[in-house]
């Protein structure tokens, strides 16, 4: 009988072109070494599968421009939720998603993540990264 591998608890989609993105994702794969080895949680590259999240009607901008990440329900993530999820998987970071995905600071953190990707695909578009 086949051993049958459980879902990952967060499959995280990111963007291996953009420095800042992928210097981020290899420091977090870092602290959840342990999670990552065990598979509930998987970091994957939109480059090597672009299609991956149509089924959401993502396209590969979109995931150009903001973290997505799909749960074990199957549901999608996108931009600070996915950081806040990240976060709250990550030994000793639990308090980060805590602060910032309160209900109160939630807009907030929303608002603020968004901002930024706006300027950091901005950035990697100047540079020709895609």
Request: charged share 25%.
């Amino acid at each position: 009988m086949l051993k049958q591998t459980p879902k990952p608890e967060l499959t995280v989609w990111y963007n291996t072109r953009c420095p800042v993105c992928d210097a981020g994702i290899i420091w977090q794969k870092r602290r959840l070494i342990e999670a990552v080895k065990a598979g509930r949680i998987e970091f994957r590259d939109i480059n090597l599968e672009p299609a991956a999240l149509g089924r959401f009607g993502a396209s590969l901008e979109d995931i150009r421009r903001r973290l997505h990440a799909t749960d074990a329900a199957g549901r999608l993530l996108v931009g600070a939720d996915v950081a806040i999820a990240i976060w709250r998987a990550t030994p000793g970071e639990g308090w980060l998603a805590t602060l910032f995905g309160n209900p109160m600071a939630l807009p907030l953190t929303r608002l603020a993540y968004d901002r930024f990707a706006d300027l950091l695909y901005a950035w990697n578009r100047r540079k020709g990264r895609w």
